[in-house]
């Protein structure tokens, strides 16, 4: 079961509760709620002699998501497990929306400009903010662990895909390379590539093989833009025969394999773009930080006989993986929302101003994005509220519960339960 974090009067991180013992604090009076994401008690006195169990915070990085776990080497206990969702594409869209529109009002504006070049130039080992985002949220979730639990060590996956071993799958050099792992690299990047399903009749959730494209026995070769995901039954009756005859009657299906099997996977090249520059931050926490394949990640899971989830994969990050107890665990779904625009006014799809955007976030002591709890004891809207608040000058609010919005809420029946910080939970 997932613990409470716990801190003493001094702020100093305590070792993780058990829930019962945490609601008899708070019943006791002997500690108030600090925090409610991750959710956190603040004992009444100090501890400053209290012993403490070192953690280790486990982290699986990916372009979309990326899994986090509090392991307790000693006992393999996962404490706290966490799945983050990333908006680096909502990011990039942004960008290319703005791109696009401030072309255009160049060109109508400044068709004869001359061009101006090198006038945008970036510090050596620049990421775009698309990919820095995923990092930087990263790092804000490590340091915010740090101030609720005894972290001492960091397990990270460093590269998604070893891009040298797909290639090549005779490499020497590495002892994983040539032990009970091998093989396991090449697979999970055709897993991710071709979305888990056969390539041929697009099933999913069966055992899947690795196919060649253009049989090895006609020349065929064992790259990676020849290899592919099929099922037992579409492999067999494949064999040897060539694609454009296998696939004659469906040429779409067969276009489609084609250009699939030469496009890069979009994903792994965001991780791997950014797997040092991550790797940089938590060494400079100053904590040990170990590092391991996706490879023998996977190894680890199947060993273990877990399912594939991303705090389960960040659970397995790393040699020093022991055997895990996930009993009860419920992961904390975070998603990254950012802190709202500098926009100062709104446009429609042509690039033209529609709407003025207010400038004060702040009324009443609320602020857009607050998750608070309003209680309405009369009138039309009798009911409990728990969700976000849109402010407003007037002091009537909106609140976006999980059943919808709910409209015209007064702030004085409203009740902060926490503060916006940019991330959204379930």
Same mark, same amino acid.
Request: proline residues 5%; aromatic residues 8%.
């Given at each position: 079961?997932?613990?409470?974090?716990?801190?003493?009067?001094?702020?100093?991180?305590?070792?993780?509760?058990?829930?019962?013992?945490?609601?008899?604090?708070?019943?006791?009076?002997?500690?108030?709620?600090?925090?409610?994401?991750?959710?956190?008690?603040?004992?009444?006195?100090?501890?400053?002699?209290?012993?403490?169990?070192?953690?280790?915070?486990?982290?699986?990085?990916?372009?979309?998501?990326?899994?986090?776990?509090?392991?307790?080497?000693?006992?393999?206990?996962?404490?706290?497990?966490?799945?983050?969702?990333?908006?680096?594409?909502?990011?990039?869209?942004?960008?290319t929306s703005r791109r696009q529109l401030r072309r255009g009002r160049r060109n109508?504006?400044?068709?004869?400009?001359?061009?101006?070049? &090198?006038?945008?130039?970036?510090?050596?080992?620049?990421?775009?903010?698309?990919?820095?985002?995923?990092?930087?949220?990263?790092?804000?979730?490590?340091?915010?662990?740090?101030?609720?639990?005894?972290?001492?060590?960091?397990?990270?996956?460093l590269v998604r895909f070893d891009m040298q071993l797909i290639q090549n799958p005779?490499?020497?050099?590495?002892?994983?390379?040539?032990?009970?792992?091998?093989?396991?690299?090449?697979?999970?990047?055709?897993?991710?590539?071709?979305?888990?399903?056969?390539?041929?009749?697009?099933?999913?959730?069966?055992?899947?093989?690795?196919?060649?494209?253009?049989?090895?026995?006609?020349?065929?070769?064992?790259?990676?833009?020849?290899?592919?995901?099929?099922?037992?039954?579409?492999?067999?009756?494949?064999?040897?025969?060539?694609?454009?005859?296998? &696939?004659?009657?469906?040429?779409?299906?067969l276009d489609k394999i084609l250009k699939q099997a030469k496009r890069p996977l979009?994903?792994?090249?965001?991780?791997?773009?950014?797997?040092?520059?991550?790797?940089?931050?938590?060494?400079?926490?100053?904590?040990?930080?170990?590092?391991?394949?996706?490879?023998?990640?996977?190894?680890?899971?199947?060993?273990?006989?877990?399912?594939?989830?991303?705090?389960?994969?960040?659970?397995?990050?790393?040699?020093?993986?022991?055997?895990?107890?996930?009993?009860?665990?419920?992961?904390?779904?975070?998603?990254?929302?950012?802190?709202?625009?500098?926009?100062?006014?709104?446009?429609?799809?042509?690039?033209?101003?529609?709407?003025?955007?207010?400038?004060?976030?702040?009324?009443?002591?609320?602020?857009?994005?607050?998750?608070?709890?309003?209680?309405?004891?009369?009138?039309?809207?009798?009911?409990?509220?728990?969700?976000?608040?849109?402010?407003?000058?007037?002091?009537?609010?909106?609140?976006?519960?999980?059943?919808?919005?709910?409209?015209?809420?007064?702030?004085?029946?409203?009740?902060?339960?926490?503060?916006?910080?940019?991330?959204?939970?379930?």
């Amino acid at each position: 079961m997932s613990k409470i974090f716990v801190i003493d009067s001094d702020e100093r991180p305590l070792d993780p509760i058990h829930p019962a013992q945490a609601r008899q604090l708070l019943r006791n009076k002997k500690a108030a709620i600090f925090r409610r994401f991750p959710f956190t008690l603040i004992l009444k006195e100090a501890r400053p002699e209290a012993p403490t169990q070192p953690l280790r915070l486990k982290i699986d990085p990916g372009a979309k998501y990326t899994g986090m776990a509090l392991v307790n080497d000693s006992t393999g206990e996962v404490v706290f497990a966490a799945e983050l969702k990333h908006r680096g594409f909502a990011i990039r869209d942004s960008l290319t929306s703005r791109r696009q529109l401030r072309r255009g009002r160049r060109n109508r504006k400044t068709r004869y400009r001359q061009p101006r070049f &090198l006038n945008r130039t970036r510090p050596k080992g620049c990421l775009p903010p698309s990919l820095q985002s995923r990092i930087e949220n990263i790092k804000t979730w490590v340091a915010k662990l740090r101030k609720y639990v005894p972290l001492e060590a960091i397990s990270q996956e460093l590269v998604r895909f070893d891009m040298q071993l797909i290639q090549n799958p005779e490499i020497q050099g590495k002892e994983y390379q040539q032990g009970t792992l091998a093989g396991y690299e090449t697979r999970e990047f055709l897993l991710e590539k071709w979305n888990r399903q056969c390539a041929y009749c697009g099933i999913k959730d069966v055992p899947l093989q690795i196919e060649h494209i253009h049989a090895r026995a006609k020349g065929g070769s064992n790259s990676i833009t020849n290899l592919t995901l099929s099922c037992s039954k579409c492999n067999t009756k494949k064999g040897t025969k060539d694609i454009k005859d296998f &696939l004659k009657k469906d040429s779409q299906r067969l276009d489609k394999i084609l250009k699939q099997a030469k496009r890069p996977l979009a994903d792994a090249a965001a991780v791997n773009t950014t797997r040092f520059a991550l790797l940089e931050v938590l060494r400079a926490t100053s904590l040990p930080v170990e590092i391991g394949s996706g490879g023998l990640t996977k190894f680890n899971r199947n060993q273990q006989k877990l399912p594939k989830t991303h705090w389960l994969d960040a659970a397995c990050v790393g040699t020093s993986t022991p055997i895990l107890n996930i009993k009860g665990i419920k992961p904390l779904m975070i998603t990254a929302n950012g802190h709202g625009t500098r926009q100062s006014c709104r446009t429609d799809k042509y690039g033209f101003s529609n709407r003025h955007c207010s400038r004060t976030k702040f009324h009443f002591g609320f602020q857009t994005g607050d998750i608070v709890k309003a209680v309405v004891t009369s009138g039309k809207k009798i009911g409990k509220y728990v969700g976000r608040i849109a402010t407003r000058a007037t002091g009537s609010f909106n609140i976006s519960t999980k059943n919808g919005l709910v409209q015209g809420i007064s702030y004085k029946l409203c009740k902060q339960i926490h503060k916006k910080d940019g991330y959204s939970y379930a």
